[in-house]
């Protein structure tokens, strides 16, 4: 049974009546999840979908009912999918899944290109900033995602982060990396004030991660699977990790300078930014991204070398999260 | 452990000996041999330059720890050591240093002694640079 019929077979049954699917076209990128866009034929209506399906292996272990329920949570106040249908088991599709609107007409820049926004690199940034802050200024309590999302203390926040990575580090690692561990014990050394409040925290919001319209707009904030609710800040350090900048040191995520990127997501956010608050952050950046990128590498030899989306994040990203990471606890103790 | 060289070439094989099912073909595959053009450059720059760091790197470590044997009660005699000059060796002996040298790392932190700290810091510094992978200036698409 090929993809598209069992498509159709969960549709119809959920959906309570004949559905055709078309143009099912897997879409590149994407590697905690297999996406797919297809056209979903229903009594006369053709409804452009995207299809979010758990692979076999996969760059890092999370929960699609969080980033259902964020998707849900946000698609009214920022430019974000609207979800359709999630099925945890698997259903006729065999691995977890869901299901949501697709947004037409926009592209997703690779960070790892040249002047990726080109002319609209600082419009792009003004809203990348703006939306990261807008979704910062949310009180989760209200939110559908309040339902799944673990609301931890304030004060728990940083030590709840480094600990999840710390393990994803220690179960995946298949060789010693002296300077992510250092990084680690230099976290828990000196842990971050605490926020001033806890909000959600998208995870992986970063270039790459959005579509943008022709004109510079952004369209829709993309993969919200590491969704989680805590510091804020978190969010604001991976977004300007220099990972996602390899060619302008003169900008961050190769938009707009650093202190009119921090000015934009206080003004949007209501939240001040601490700068040794965020310093920490960014320590911290490195060391999601180092496990993120350990998990790759033993994903990539676990599926038979098969997936090369694996490759280039278990060894090109590694290997420069590794030089961000050396340099930033040289900086930390005044070296040069 | 990034994936080695050898791991690389042979997953740019195996990605695509398969070519999967219609719906990953089209612009799913274009993605593909993107990424697979993209670390076979990245792999002649470790075919050049990968052997050599690893090279350097062990013997950096080793002098390192000798430096803080006496200091730290180190046995750094039984450290393996290989004349062998393919990745894999290099490698498994470069696992044992650097296992050695995260521990000695935790103890010079737990002594506060801050020159070994500062020392060891620009050996990772060293060490993320011998490794480095550079990226092609690729122009947005």
Redesign the interface.
């Known amino acids: 049974m090929s993809l598209a019929e069992r498509l159709e077979a969960y549709l119809t049954r959920t959906w309570g009546q004949p559905v055709t699917v078309a143009d099912l076209s897997r879409i590149p990128g994407g590697a905690s999840r297999e996406t797919y866009r297809f056209v979903a034929n229903a009594d006369g209506e053709a409804r452009p979908l995207i299809l979010r399906r758990d692979p076999p292996g996969s760059l890092i272990e999370t929960d699609r009912s969080l980033e259902y329920l964020a998707l849900e949570s946000f698609c009214d106040r920022v430019p974000a999918p609207r979800p359709v249908a999630m099925d945890a088991e698997g259903a006729e599709l065999e691995r977890p899944f869901f299901i949501m609107e697709r947004v037409e007409g926009g592209a997703v820049a690779s960070p790892f290109t040249v002047m990726p926004y080109g002319a609209h690199a600082r419009a792009i940034g003004e809203s990348f900033f703006d939306i990261l802050g807008g979704i910062a200024s949310a009180d989760p309590a209200g939110l559908p995602l309040a339902k799944a999302a673990e609301l931890p203390a304030p004060e728990d926040c940083w030590r709840i982060a480094v600990d999840h990575w710390a393990a994803v580090i220690e179960a995946d690692e298949q060789h010693p990396q002296p300077i992510v561990r250092a990084a680690i014990r230099a976290l828990r050394r000196k842990p971050p004030p605490p926020p001033s409040a806890v909000r959600v925290v998208h995870g992986d919001y970063r270039g790459g991660n959005f579509l943008h319209a022709p004109d510079g707009a952004i369209l829709a904030v993309l993969d919200w699977e590491m969704v989680h609710l805590g510091d804020p800040l978190e969010d604001l350090a991976w977004a300007i990790d220099p990972l996602w900048n390899p060619f302008d040191a003169t900008t961050v995520s190769a938009m707009i300078p650093r202190d009119e990127a921090l000015a934009l997501w206080s003004k949007a956010s209501g939240l001040s930014v601490d700068e040794d608050a965020l310093t920490w952050w960014s320590l911290f950046a490195a060391v999601k991204g180092q496990a993120i990128w350990t998990s790759a590498a033993k994903e990539y030899r676990d599926g038979g070398f098969k997936e090369p989306i694996l490759a280039v994040s278990g060894w090109y990203t590694a290997r420069r999260h590794d030089e961000i990471l050396a340099a930033a606890l040289m900086r930390l103790e005044g070296l040069q | 452990?990034?994936?080695s060289l050898p791991?690389?070439l042979?997953?740019?094989f195996?990605?695509m000996a398969?070519p999967g099912?219609?719906?990953?073909q089209?612009?799913?595959m274009?993605?593909?041999v993107?990424?697979?053009a993209?670390?076979s450059l990245?792999a002649a720059q470790e075919a050049e330059r990968g052997v050599a760091a690893r090279v350097e790197e062990n013997a950096l470590i080793r002098e390192a720890l000798a430096e803080a044997a006496v200091d730290y009660k180190l046995d750094v005699g039984s450290l393996p050591f290989t004349d062998e000059v393919t990745v894999s060796a290099l490698?498994r002996v470069?696992?044992a240093l650097?296992?050695a040298?995260?521990g000695l790392?935790?103890a010079v932190?737990g002594r506060q002694d801050t020159a070994r700290?500062?020392a060891?810091?620009?050996l990772?510094?060293r060490?993320?640079?011998l490794?480095?992978?550079d990226?092609p200036?690729?122009?947005?698409?």
């Open positions: 452990m990034t994936p791991d690389i042979v997953g740019n195996m990605c398969d099912p219609p719906e990953q089209g612009e799913f274009a993605g593909k993107g990424l697979v993209l670390l990245l490698d470069n696992a650097r296992t040298l995260i790392h935790e932190e700290h500062h060891m810091l620009r990772y510094a060490m993320a640079d490794r480095r992978l990226l200036p690729l122009p947005a698409r």
